[in-house]
């Protein structure tokens, strides 16, 4: 049988709760995508420029963008971004698009937490959310 938990283990819940999971796109991988999509590519999560110039973007943000394009759509885009020459670059639509949809998904993500955030009536549920809010935007 189902059962609500009480205030203090829904308390305890939000005290143990992991940061979410990300992907982590290191610098030079970040520089050359740069270069090729321009500065889109750094607008698809946190960029941490004043780190170690990695950019980290929330997993679920991924999923939604690649659930959004669709399989064909998402094999077009990975293999215009693993190609390397400049003609296979030229065709580079898709993975143009899974960027964009990439970088719009993760702009909703932080505006749904914030919406939460200042919603929110609960102390404890205010500062989590503020809490992870420091993450996406600022890094740990």
Do not use: C
């Not at 679920?60 to 064909?72: I, K, M, N, P």
């Not at 919603?119 to 890094?139: I, K």
């Amino acid at each position: 049988m189902w059962s609500v938990p009480t205030f203090i283990e829904a308390l305890e819940e939000l005290a143990d709760a992991k940061p979410e999971p990300v992907i982590s796109i290191s610098p030079s991988e970040l520089d050359r995508l740069g270069r090729r999509f321009g500065d889109r590519a750094r607008q698809m999560g946190r960029w941490n420029v004043g780190t170690d110039g990695s950019l980290d973007i929330p997993i679920a943000v991924v999923r939604e963008a690649a659930s959004d394009l669709g399989g064909r759509t998402l094999h077009d885009a990975l293999r215009e971004i693993k190609a390397e020459s400049f003609s296979e670059f030229l065709e580079s639509a898709a993975a143009v698009l899974l960027i964009d949809r990439i970088r719009d998904a993760y702009v909703r993500h932080v505006r749904e937490i914030m919406d939460r955030y200042q919603g929110t009536t609960t102390p404890a549920e205010a500062s989590q959310l503020r809490d992870q809010l420091v993450r996406q935007l600022f890094g740990q």
